[in-house]
């Protein structure tokens, strides 16, 4: 289901966020690799470290509550 859809989707676990499941779509928006699976959020995206988007990600974590924003503008490093 992940990776058939059309959507960049990732699936992240545990208080640390370490990444269980990516698909390709989110792997070229990321501009990565498949090795990123079993590392943590932090450690792939650490300009995001603190911001809005973690916080975010932590709701869901905590609460099992979907969010969904549509068209947030979220500035991120590719291929870092």
Do not use: C
């Amino acid at each position: 289901i992940i990776e058939n859809s059309p959507v960049a989707k990732a699936v992240y676990v545990g208080e640390d966020l370490t990444i269980q499941t990516v698909n390709s779509r989110m792997l070229e928006l990321m501009g990565r690799g498949a090795d990123i699976v079993g590392r943590t959020w932090a450690e792939i995206q650490p300009e995001l470290v603190g911001t809005v988007v973690e916080d975010q990600l932590r709701q869901v974590l905590h609460t099992g509550e979907t969010l969904h924003v549509p068209e947030a503008r979220v500035e991120h490093l590719r291929h870092g």
